[in-house]
Nanobody
Framework: QVQLVESGGRLVQAEDSLRLSCAAT????????IYWFRRAPGKEREFVAA????????SYADSVKGRFTISRDNAKNTAYLQMNRLKPEDTAVYYC????????????????WGQGTQVTVSS
């Protein structure tokens, strides 16, 4: 399993933009599909976006489609989540994880979770 560290979360205003980063310390980063999940207060962890090994395919939750963009730079062992037109309901802890399989949506497929990065959107 690849170890990933999320960063970039902070307090922003509604309609602002924010970019989260997901960095790996290992070169095996390119061997993994990268996923972003989030967990809002009082809610279950949910899928946000995924990008395949080469960045050729991306998938998004309906709630973020058209506003969020996932990308990756395998040379930098880093993935990103560009979040535009943020809404208060995007407030959550955001997590990135790697997996060998593309197309997953269930948090249960990923085992344990790290600390994530907090995104707070004020209205």
């Amino acid at each position: 399993q690849v170890q990933l560290v999320e960063s970039g979360g902070r307090l922003v205003q509604a309609e602002d933009s924010l970019r989260l980063s997901c960095a790996a310390t290992e070169s095996i980063f390119s061997a993994f599909v990268i996923y972003w999940f989030r967990r809002a207060p009082g809610k279950e962890r949910e899928f946000v976006a995924a990008i395949d090994w080469n960045g050729d395919e991306q998938s998004y939750a309906d709630s973020v489609k058209g506003r969020f963009t996932i990308s990756r730079d395998n040379a930098k062992n880093t993935a990103y989540l560009q979040m535009n037109r943020l809404k208060p309901e995007d407030t959550a802890v955001y997590y990135c994880r790697g997996h060998s399989t593309y197309g997953l949506r269930s948090p249960g497929a990923f085992g344990s979770w790290g600390q994530g990065t907090q995104v707070t959107v004020s209205s």
